[in-house]
């Protein structure tokens, strides 16, 4: 069983910068593919950004590439979301994934990933 605890969510003004982490309670973090998806009130959660088990690959949703990093940190456990240049329609509430799987792929839907957060909430101001 994989916990997942999200932190670091708050209230942005536009144009402001976000760090959410991550922290994974599982002996073998480093055998999974971590997740960023976000869901905003009366919308389908959707996909952020992923990197896979050792750093090698990443990707991004179109709508955040270029302001948004993934990164993880294998001996600590974490996974972070740093977010740049924040706009309001990236306001929701941003929740952590996991699948346990060792490979350079990343899918992007929701199905694919087996272990979900409870999620940190992200608010920008216009």
């Known amino acids: 069983q994989v916990q997942l605890v999200e932190s670091g969510g708050g209230l942005v003004q536009a144009g402001g910068s976000l760090r959410l982490s991550c922290a994974a309670s599982v002996r073998t973090f480093s055998s999974y593919t971590m997740g960023w998806f976000r869901q905003a009130p009366g919308k389908e959660r959707e996909f952020v950004a992923a990197?896979?088990?050792?750093?090698?690959?990443?990707t991004y949703a179109d709508s955040v590439k270029g302001r948004f990093t993934i990164s993880r940190d294998n001996a600590k456990n974490t996974v972070d979301l740093q977010m740049n240049s924040l706009k309001p329609e990236d306001t929701g509430v941003y929740v952590c994934?996991?699948?346990?799987?060792?490979?350079?792929?990343?899918?992007?839907?929701?199905?694919?990933?087996?272990?979900w957060g409870q999620g940190t909430q992200v608010t920008v101001s216009s």
């Open positions: 990197i896979n088990w050792n750093g090698g690959s990443s």
């Open positions: 994934a996991a699948r346990g799987i060792v490979s350079r792929i990343i899918v992007t839907t929701t199905r694919w990933y087996d272990y």
